[in-house]
Nanobody
Framework: EVQLVESGGGLVQPGGSLRLSCVVS????????MSWVRQAPGKEREGVAV????????YYADSVKGRFTISQDTAKNTVYLQMNSLKPEDTAMYYC??????????????????????WGQGTQVTVSS
């Protein structure tokens, strides 16, 4: 059974940091595109970051460039999202998602939602003073 389980969300003050984790089971994500996607109340889902696991290539949404870092630990089958300098507008449910696509299909653009074949249940991030 394929499972993606996120953790690490919580309440943090503006300017603070959080690290999200996504533990993958049921498949080895080598060869996949692993992404973090977020959705705020009343808003559409937004791709935040993607890592193409074989090459280690990463891309980010403009809204998080320079503040967020996506990484992977293939030995632990885990993907991380380090979030620094958090802002209230980063408040959202954050989901981990997997797609069987390579890095040349979308270039520096984050893959659209329909490409993802597996999703986690999400972890809530709230940035507030």
């Amino acid at each position: 059974e394929v499972q993606l389980v996120e953790s690490g969300g919580g309440l943090v003050q503006p300017g603070g940091s959080l690290r999200l984790s996504c533990v993958v089971s049921g498949f080895t994500f080598t060869g996949y595109a692993m992404s973090w996607v977020r959705q705020a109340p009343g808003k559409e889902r937004e791709g935040v970051a993607v890592i193409y696991s074989s090459a280690g290539t990463t891309y980010y949404a403009d809204s998080v460039k320079g503040r967020f870092t996506i990484s992977q630990d293939t030995a632990k089958n885990t993907v991380y999202l380090q979030m620094n300098s958090l802002k209230p507008e980063d408040t959202a449910m954050y989901y981990c998602a997997a797609a069987t696509i390579g890095p040349f299909l979308y270039g520096a653009t984050l893959p659209p939602d329909y490409e993802y074949t597996s999703w986690g249940q999400g972890t809530q991030v709230t940035v507030s003073s």
